[in-house]
């Protein structure tokens, strides 16, 4: 397939472990732990991404004519649409209803995981743009006779780019919490509506005076019989929302060993022994949150560990972002507001591509007035900081000496 003056071809691999960590991270940076090579080979190698959960890895891979790795894609072949976070469950009915076959189909995206990011891995300085990359996808798409590319969670170049290509644009919402450069904590409650600012207070020390002991933990930091206890609260939390417990518990040991300090744990502790945690992904300007479960009923701690405990993580490190997941409009008065998310397709069949396209016209004006009007909700003060009313407030509840 040309590309300017050079030609790339591409390849897909069954394993992440058939390419060099080292050219795969060349594409994928460093900013989001996602894409990296040591995230997807965590998931590979603990059993998580595989026939067990019907994630076929086949990541695609394009090579110049030196050889060398100018762009990838971490892809995979499935046979259902779970795991995802972007349902198309309705089109697959549809579709089969009507005599089609839908499954097999190619996903790329990152298993579990509804993470915004890069999608379309292409090494700077190498000339290759998303589009080359998408073109590849359909072509490999077309050769192996399936229904349909999925590129779900990209970032918003990717989807603009791939639009442009004519995929089909799908919008979703999450709710993030930026840092708009605050000292500590308190500068971030400085910035809500008072109202707001005395919830939050309440909640975190309700959840504070439980006789609880709290911890962040990082990395090499965290010990065998701490991720054992957080794959008992992972379960706890897959079987309260009838879901299907897709990582391994040879999953999070793992990853700590193979990204390090990236990894994040928010524990809490009663008399020793771990009752809840929130486990956090830290990227170059952002901190993910991904899984978090309990062991017994306490006030407010899933905000406290998930929500307040990560905006102070944020704070502390620099951060720009907190991005705690898919879902949950109670995050708005936590200050996590609405955010669009970006998906594109391609689908083979005409008649499917036309009703698909139908829908997402009529839904991303839907999406986007959604969003509108949740953030209306925000508790950020709309008529500017009144320091000395929030300095106040502060003072009485002992946040900050007199």
Known sequence: MPDGSDRVSLSLHASIASIPAAEWDACAGTDNPFVS???????????????????LPQHAVLRNAAGRVVAAAPMYAKSHSYGEYVFDHGWAQAFEEAGGTYYPKLQVAVPFSPVPGPRLLCRPGSGVAPATLAAALVQACGELRLSSVHVTFCAEAEWQALGAAGWLQRLGTQFHWDNAGYADFDGFLAALASRKRKVI??????????????????????????????????????????????LTP???????????????????????????????????????????????????????????????FAIAHGLRRVEAGA????????????????????????????????????????????????????????????????????????????
């Not at 911890?215 to 991720?227: D, F, M, N, P, Y």
């Not at 990227?283 to 560990?305: A, I, K, M, Q, V």
């Open 37 to 55: 090579h040591a995230f997807l080979s965590a998931l590979e190698d603990s059993g998580s991404a595989g026939p067990r959960t019907g994630w």
């Open 327 to 402: 879902q949950g409009e109670h995050k708005i008065q936590r200050g996590y507001l609405p955010r669009p998310t970006y998906s594109a397709h391609w689908i083979a069949h005409t008649g499917l591509r036309h009703a698909v396209d139908n829908f997402l016209r009529r839904e991303r004006p839907a999406i986007v007035a959604h969003m509108a009007a949740l953030a209306e909700l925000s508790p950020f003060r709309a008529d500017g900081l009144d320091t000395a009313e929030a300095d106040a407030e502060l003072k009485a509840s002992g946040s900050i000496p007199p």
């Open 201 to 246: 207070r309440r909640e975190r020390r309700e959840a504070n005076a439980c006789g609880l002991r709290f911890s962040t933990l990082r990395g090499a930091a965290i010990t065998r019989r701490q991720w054992e206890a957080f794959y008992r609260f992972y379960g706890a939390t897959v079987d309260r929302k009838w879901g299907s417990a897709y």
């Open 250 to 312: 040879e999953f999070f040991p793992l990853l700590a060993a193979r990204l390090g300090d990236a990894v994040v744990l928010m524990l809490a502790e009663q008399d020793g022994r771990p009752v809840a945690g929130a486990l956090n992904l830290a990227g170059s300007h952002t901190l993910y949150g991904r899984n978090w479960g309990c062991e017994g009923d306490w006030p407010f701690l899933h905000f406290e560990l998930c929500y307040y405990r990560a905006i102070e």
